[in-house]
């Protein structure tokens, strides 16, 4: 399956933990957190517009003190079949995927 992915040029298939639906084909693993994911076409999720999270941004150089204040807005996402959050939807329409089962 690694195998077939990479020929595909994706990182892995994503599937809900909970109730095994597939949620995403096409995806790209994180860099350094690799049990993480972003996609921007998906399968069986619900992004829940009437919630919002925020979670303070940090400065990519690590030279340089994170400023505070700054923060980025999100909404969660749920699996359309057993609703169990995922993923969370950023303003830039791109998914990104933690709590999924990768093949």
Do not use: W
Request: aromatic share 8%; glycine share 2%; hydrophobic share 35%.
């Amino acid at each position: 399956q690694q195998q077939s992915n990479q020929q595909q040029g994706t990182s892995a298939t994503l599937a809900c933990p909970d109730c095994m639906t597939v949620l995403c084909r096409d995806c790209q693993q994180h860099e350094t957190y690799h049990h993480q994911f972003r996609a921007m076409f998906v399968f069986s999720c619900l992004v829940l517009k009437t919630e919002t999270l925020a979670y303070d941004l940090k400065e990519k150089r690590r030279k340089k003190p994170a400023v505070k204040g700054k923060e980025e807005l999100v909404n969660p996402v749920k699996c359309a079949v057993c609703e169990t959050i995922v993923a969370v939807f950023d303003k830039e329409e791109v998914y990104h995927f933690f709590n999924v089962l990768a093949t």
